[in-house]
């Protein structure tokens, strides 16, 4: 796991947490099955741009922001 990793898995928590909402809930609404999101916050956020795309839909964000901001640069 590496840092780029470790900051989406960072930003997705605290997006999932800024949206009011429980990882179950986080997970019901992105499609994401909860034991997978689990997996990916627990590895550090090793998510696919898919599962990214329908995270950012269920929270309501745009997805770029929950990617770390040297992606960005």
């Known amino acids: ?31 994401i099955p909860r034991v997978t999101l689990l997996r990916r916050l627990g590895r550090g956020g090793d998510f696919t741009l898919r599962e990214i795309d329908a995270l950012g839909r269920a929270l309501d964000i745009p997805p770029h922001t929950l990617y770390p901001n040297s992606v960005h640069a």
């Open 1 to 31: 796991m590496d840092q780029l990793d470790r900051d989406a898995g960072d930003r997705v928590r605290e997006a999932i947490e800024a949206a009011g909402m429980s990882l179950n809930q986080a997970a019901a609404n992105s499609g």
